[in-house]
């Protein structure tokens, strides 16, 4: 069974940074596309940052320069480190992985449950 869990979310004042985590099976770490993505209340899930079994990252244009993807092969793990942190970027931030190179959300075939973030002004 594939298992996609993220951690590390929390309450943090605006500018301050957090640390998101997600840990995944190891029979998909190796070779899938990996990414987070954020659906704040009332809105659509949206595109926050990706990275590739090949470690090619990508970023939404709203936190480049704020927020940076990195996994770590050996302990099947990627995280996101978030500084400057913003009042808009409070959400509901998922882990998911994908076979497939892309960054559409339809196109991941495997969710975490979510961790929530929130930035207070």
């Known amino acids: 069974q594939v298992r996609v869990v993220e951690s590390g979310g929390g309450l943090v004042q605006s500018g301050g940074s957090l640390r998101l985590s997600c840990a995944a099976s190891g029979s998909i770490f190796s070779s899938y596309t990996m990414g987070w993505f954020r659906q704040a209340s009332g809105k659509e899930r949206e595109f926050v940052a990706a990275?590739?079994?090949?470690?090619?990252?990508y970023y939404a244009d709203s936190v480049k320069g704020r927020f940076t993807i990195s996994r770590d092969n050996a302990k099947n793990t990627i995280y996101l480190q978030m500084n400057s942190l913003k009042p808009e970027d409070t959400a509901l931030y998922y882990c998911?992985?994908?076979?497939?190179?892309?960054?559409?959300?339809?196109?991941?075939?495997?969710w975490g449950q979510g961790t929530q973030v929130t930035v207070s002004s």
């Open positions: 990275i590739s079994w090949s470690s090619n990252i």
């Open positions: 998911a992985a994908s076979a497939r190179l892309t960054l559409a959300p339809r196109e991941y075939n495997y």
